[in-house]
């Protein structure tokens, strides 16, 4: 019977282990300076080589070949080893092997010294998977284990070890292979069992291994079940569900130019086509996140692994989209994934991540509470973003009724009226200090962490009718932030959302927040909206309505 290439190409020495030259190196001078520990643990994701390294130190601890030449994989003890038949290593599998009692035995066998080589091995694996019980039992051997003995633990969960086991080993964390590594180990293994191998196809195993080498040599050997001489990529395509690379980038060239008809095209061929769309999500996510790279770094170099025209189409997809758009989209697009496995109409998920993530989030809706002599009634609907232009009905601006004095002079924008200071409204006071937290939050969703820690510096504010007062102490920083323009227009319409009726905002240095006695009232020929208009309309995609002469809109 033919054996399964991933037992065959089983590393068997350190100059086979594949991309963890961090624990080879260390574990080489270790055995030249004879300073090899009790106990290791190997830590890292299932395929990377844990228990293959645990063999192979297992080997060269009990090599009879000069000392710079082990393991030779020649010696008797070496090929023992590999033929799974040396007494003096002992294999634990800890996921059926996690009782108490496995371990009170294997601590009552380890005092009896070795049979055949110099070492007795104990090399457990998914030592995670022991019970607390068998956990203890084990620790006390690990503290003053017989000098004949060596432990090698291994495990994809180290977290769940107990901090007592943990350090009385010496830990090795392996890493995910890459994938131009897998891809020149398979073109080696395709090449001495007599196949050839697209490079594209090689490189779509490697992907879909997604580090880990074991899986990528068992893909390998069912694509050489397939009787071809030669490993296809739509051999691979067909065993992984995967579409070109083309597709992929098809779709996200959809976004970036905000094409939905040609993104919900190309998605209905691939279901007539037969293609799995739970693969095609993650290709799209790892897609995006290549794109997300080069916004975010500008270094074409951490995409080396990548053919030269696809990393030329990520770079003009990465100019098209904005930076939030593509965090965005990666975000829609990994949830589809999860969504897929679950809908009874295969393709929606996909679809409802592709409309959205080229609209937008669709943005709550406002309630706002009229307020004699406010602004017009303001509908607010769930508007995709970046918002569209809105189409504004005409209206008159309710502070063109103020009762303050007005100028007829053409050219000025506003003018100043002596008040008296209107009174301090305590109910709204209270109420943006109940909401405070509520509002700073609305802030970061909106305009950043920045924002959201500036206001952190208000020390005091005060509420009169429309006027917001916010007191910033001498944190000069943060109130220059709140009071640029930009910043400013988003933080007075939340506010304005908050306390319910339209209000401006003055920043102030102090402790303690102080209403001017002086009302500016604003003129404008056209455009006079307050500001909780002028941000429903500007930022939520909103529609100003007027109302006739019964109050409906």
Same mark, same amino acid.
């Given at each position: !019977?033919?054996?399964?290439?991933?037992?065959?190409?089983?590393?068997?020495?350190?100059?086979?282990?594949?991309?963890?030259?961090?624990?080879?190196?260390?574990?080489?001078?270790?055995?030249?300076?004879?300073?090899?520990?009790?106990?290791?643990?190997?830590?890292?994701?299932? &395929?990377?080589?844990?228990?293959?390294?645990?063999?192979?130190?297992?080997?060269?601890?009990?090599?009879?070949?000069?000392?710079?030449?082990?393991?030779?994989?020649?010696?008797?003890?070496?090929?023992?080893?590999?033929?799974?038949?040396?007494?003096?290593?002992?294999?634990?599998? /800890?996921?059926?092997?996690?009782?108490?009692?496995?371990?009170?035995?294997?601590?009552?066998?380890?005092?009896?010294?070795?049979?055949?080589?110099?070492?007795?091995?104990?090399?457990?694996?998914?030592?995670? !998977?022991?019970?607390?019980? /068998?956990?203890? %039992?084990?620790?006390?051997?690990?503290?003053?284990?017989?000098?004949?003995?060596?432990? !090698?633990?291994?495990?994809?969960?180290?977290?769940?070890?107990?901090?007592?086991?943990?350090?009385?080993?010496?830990?090795?964390?392996?890493?995910?292979?890459?994938?131009?590594?897998?891809?020149?180990?398979?073109?080696?293994?395709?090449?001495?069992? &007599?196949?050839?191998?697209?490079?594209?196809?090689?490189?779509?195993? +490697?992907?879909?291994?997604? *580090?880990?080498?074991?899986?990528?040599?068992?893909?390998?050997?069912?694509?050489?079940?397939?009787?071809?001489?030669?490993?296809?990529?739509?051999?691979?395509?067909?065993?992984?569900?995967?579409?070109?690379?083309?597709?992929?980038?098809?779709?996200?060239?959809?976004?970036?130019?905000?094409?939905?008809?040609?993104?919900?095209?190309?998605?209905?061929?691939?279901?007539?086509?037969?293609?799995?769309?739970?693969?095609?999500?993650?290709?799209?996510?790892?897609?995006?996140?290549?794109?997300?790279?080069?916004?975010?770094?500008?270094?074409?170099?951490?995409?080396?692994?990548?053919?030269?025209?696809?990393?030329? =189409?990520? +770079?003009?997809?990465?100019?098209?989209?904005?930076?939030?758009?593509?965090?965005?989209?990666?975000?829609?697009?990994?949830?589809?994934?999860?969504?897929?496995?679950?809908?009874?109409?295969?393709?929606?998920?996909?679809?409802?991540?592709?409309?959205?993530?080229?609209? &937008?989030?669709?943005? #709550?809706?406002?309630?706002?509470?009229?307020?004699?002599?406010?602004?017009? %009634?303001?509908?607010?609907?769930?508007?995709? #973003?970046?918002?569209?232009?809105?189409?504004?009905?005409?209206?008159?601006?309710?502070?063109?009724? /103020?009762?303050?004095?007005?100028?007829?002079? /053409?050219?000025?924008?506003?003018?100043?009226?002596?008040?008296?200071?209107?009174?301090?409204?305590?109910?709204?006071?209270?109420?943006?200090?109940?909401?405070?937290?509520?509002?700073?939050?609305?802030?970061?969703?909106?305009? &950043?962490?920045?924002?959201?820690?500036?206001?952190?510096?208000?020390?005091?504010?005060?509420?009169?009718?429309?006027?917001?007062?916010?007191?910033?102490?001498?944190? =000069?920083?943060?109130?220059?932030?709140? #009071?640029?323009?930009?910043?400013?227009?988003?933080?007075?319409?939340?506010?304005?959302?908050?306390?319910?009726?339209?209000?401006?905002?003055?920043?102030?240095?102090?402790?303690?927040?102080?209403?001017?006695?002086?009302?500016?009232?604003?003129?404008?020929?056209?455009? *006079?909206?307050?500001?909780?208009?002028?941000?429903?309309? #500007?930022?939520?995609?909103?529609?100003?309505?007027?109302?006739?002469?019964?109050?409906?809109?």
């Amino acid at each position: !019977m033919a054996q399964a290439l991933y037992r065959k190409w089983r590393s068997q020495t350190f100059d086979q282990v594949v991309g963890q030259e961090h624990v080879i190196t260390t574990l080489r001078n270790a055995l030249r300076d004879n300073r090899v520990a009790h106990a290791y643990l190997f830590a890292g994701p299932r &395929g990377t080589g844990k228990t293959s390294i645990a063999r192979i130190l297992a080997k060269a601890l009990n090599c009879t070949a000069p000392e710079g030449d082990r393991p030779c994989d020649r010696c008797p003890t070496c090929v023992a080893i590999t033929e799974g038949r040396m007494l003096d290593l002992i294999e634990i599998d /800890a996921a059926s092997n996690n009782s108490v009692d496995d371990i009170r035995d294997l601590r009552d066998k380890v005092n009896f010294r070795p049979s055949e080589g110099r070492f007795k091995v104990y090399i457990i694996d998914e030592v995670h !998977m022991l019970s607390i019980s /068998a956990f203890n %039992a084990l620790l006390k051997t690990l503290e003053e284990p017989p000098p004949h003995a060596r432990f !090698m633990l291994a495990t994809t969960e180290p977290h769940k070890i107990p901090a007592t086991i943990l350090s009385r080993c010496q830990r090795f964390d392996l890493r995910r292979i890459a994938v131009p590594e897998i891809v020149n180990h398979l073109r080696h293994i395709a090449q001495e069992e &007599g196949f050839g191998a697209e490079e594209e196809a090689l490189t779509a195993i +490697a992907r879909g291994a997604q *580090g880990c080498m074991r899986d990528a040599i068992s893909l390998l050997d069912q694509m050489l079940s397939y009787g071809n001489e030669t490993v296809t990529f739509q051999q691979v395509q067909q065993a992984l569900g995967a579409v070109s690379a083309q597709a992929v980038g098809e779709l996200v060239d959809a976004l970036a130019e905000r094409n939905v008809a040609a993104g919900l095209t190309l998605i209905q061929q691939l279901m007539v086509e037969g293609a799995s769309l739970t693969e095609f999500c993650h290709q799209v996510v790892e897609h995006l996140r290549h794109v997300m790279v080069l916004q975010m770094t500008g270094e074409r170099s951490f995409l080396a692994e990548l053919p030269a025209d696809t990393v030329q =189409q990520m +770079a003009q997809q990465a100019r098209q989209l904005a930076q939030p758009n593509t965090l965005y989209a990666i975000k829609r697009f990994s949830a589809a994934t999860a969504d897929l496995k679950n809908s009874h109409q295969p393709q929606l998920p996909l679809e409802l991540a592709l409309i959205e993530a080229i609209q &937008g989030e669709a943005t #709550a809706v406002v309630n706002l509470v009229p307020v004699a002599g406010a602004a017009p %009634a303001v509908a607010l609907t769930p508007t995709p #973003a970046p918002p569209q232009t809105a189409t504004k009905a005409p209206a008159t601006s309710a502070t063109e009724t /103020a009762s303050a004095p007005t100028t007829n002079s /053409a050219t000025d924008q506003s003018t100043v009226a002596e008040a008296e200071p209107a009174p301090l409204d305590e109910v709204a006071i209270k109420r943006l200090h109940q909401q405070w937290d509520t509002f700073k939050k609305m802030v970061r969703d909106k305009s &950043g962490v920045r924002v959201q820690a500036a206001l952190s510096a208000v020390r005091d504010m005060a509420v009169a009718d429309q006027t917001v007062a916010f007191a910033f102490g001498n944190n =000069q920083f943060s109130r220059d932030m709140i #009071a640029e323009p930009e910043i400013m227009g988003h933080v007075v319409g939340l506010l304005s959302s908050v306390l319910g009726r339209s209000v401006r905002l003055e920043c102030q240095m102090g402790e303690k927040a102080t209403l001017t006695n002086m009302i500016q009232v604003q003129h404008e020929a056209e455009d *006079g909206d307050d500001p909780l208009v002028e941000y429903a309309v #500007a930022t939520l995609g909103a529609e100003v309505m007027e109302k006739d002469h019964l109050g409906k809109v």
